[in-house]
């Protein structure tokens, strides 16, 4: 089988699952968006990669505004052209769409539907939720409640007329339920990471010495993308509660974009705070293995709409997480189940988790225990062969589903 996957933002997992398709016979194309700012996984041919996996990161004419709806709107037209054009001109059996915004998720599976190419929706985020939220800070509230209806319309109509849906969470099904969904060909597959590529590591290693990580102090590390569904300052509200309890504690923060630069604006002149770069992926078990404690944030909003993969990362790495985030949240219950903390992402939240860093800072038994529990729930979980195995079977699905009813589902995904 012929199969493109599109993960728009680049990331570890996903670049995993199309490595280990290959591996099982399939010809598999990945794509991704060369202008999405993000922490990337190994998206290049690596020696004893199977022959039949290329990758092709797409550009789009206009810039990446993340954060400009005019701009962004923009973008995404231009986007369009790129990933439909390259699908179509490779002609696959079956394409996975995930992280793909919105309206350009629209548009290319119109397009995609007129060539008889079927798609699969690897639904990471619920969009239309999401995008809802921006347009009721930027525009006034009339015209926000309208845009939104017509963003939670095009959603629904997306996950009824694609050939699959891979939701990752079972709330994502009740959410469709919500929309009136009740269609065949939904199958919840949680995410994970790539065992192979994250592993534990020393504290103390090359990454940490080169970046200034003192081997005395304690080290909370954040590390991924610090958007709008984040509140970017309660990092630093976390390290000042802890070094209020007394301990020696560093707070180093691996992202880029608009978060990233509060967090460095707000730690001017602070020697106790680093603000790096996205990272090479090589480097990524380093990076998350200096840490005594990996943090993840949340905001409540966005824990309807979003579950975080950083965690899944941080898992593997076998480290102590510490999540500021909704207790509902998929991420948090799998911290839950690691033995690590969660907390609601404000004042509360934050001062609870103080004292649970200050227990870890004065046991380092628990820590190492702590690490290991995490380690081995990632292990128990993240094992990649059945969940290809999954993925191969859904494209089947889908690919049957196409050909054996081609002209009448052609029909209704044009509409």
Request: without cysteine; proline residues 7%.
């Amino acid at each position: 089988m012929k199969i493109h996957i599109q993960d728009f933002s680049g990331h570890p997992f996903q670049a995993q699952l199309s490595r280990a398709l290959a591996a099982r016979g399939h010809t598999v194309e990945h794509s991704y968006a060369s202008q999405y700012v993000s922490g990337k996984g190994a998206l290049e041919r690596r020696a004893g990669d199977p022959a039949a996996l290329s990758f092709l990161p797409l550009t789009a004419s206009q810039p990446m505004i993340k954060y400009s709806i005019p701009a962004r709107l923009r973008f995404e037209r231009s986007y369009v052209k790129s990933l439909a054009g390259a699908v179509v001109r490779s002609r696959p059996d079956v394409v996975v769409l995930t992280n793909v915004p919105l309206m350009t998720l629209s548009a290319v599976r119109k397009i995609l539907a007129r060539h008889g190419i079927p798609v699969i929706l690897w639904h990471q985020d619920l969009f239309s939720v999401a995008m809802a939220k921006e347009l009721h800070k930027q525009l006034p509230k009339p015209v926000a409640r309208l845009l939104a209806a017509v963003l939670r319309r095009r959603e629904k109509t997306i996950v009824e007329r694609v050939a699959a849906v891979v939701p990752i969470d079972r709330t994502f099904v009740t959410e469709y339920q919500r929309w009136g969904i009740h269609r065949p060909g939904i199958h919840v597959v949680p995410n994970w990471a790539p065992l192979d590529e994250i592993k534990p590591v020393q504290r103390d290693n090359i990454w940490s010495r080169r970046n200034g990580l003192r081997p005395g102090a304690f080290q909370l590390v954040y590390s991924g993308t610090l958007g709008r569904k984040h509140n970017p300052l309660l990092l630093l509200d976390l390290l000042d509660a802890t070094k209020a309890r007394g301990l020696d504690v560093e707070l180093t923060v691996v992202s880029q974009g608009e978060g990233a630069d509060m967090v460095a604006e707000a730690a001017t002149g602070r020697s106790d705070v680093r603000v790096l770069p996205f990272q090479p992926a090589a480097d990524l078990p380093a990076v998350l293995g200096s840490a005594d404690a990996l943090v993840a944030i949340l905001e409540p909003l966005a824990g309807t709409f979003s579950v975080p993969s950083k965690v899944l990362s941080y898992l593997a790495a076998g480290r102590p997480v510490l999540g500021l985030m909704p207790e509902g949240n998929a991420a948090s219950r799998d911290l839950v189940e690691a033995g690590g903390f969660v907390g609601s992402p404000d004042e509360v939240g934050v001062e609870l988790a103080a004292d649970w860093v200050k227990s870890l800072a004065g046991d380092p038994s628990e820590l190492d225990r702590l690490s290991e529990q995490s380690r081995n729930l990632a292990e128990a979980r993240f094992d990649i062969g059945p969940i290809a195995a999954e993925f191969e079977h859904i494209a089947f699905l889908a690919a049957e589903r196409q050909s054996s009813d081609a002209g009448e589902f052609a029909a209704k995904s044009v509409r």
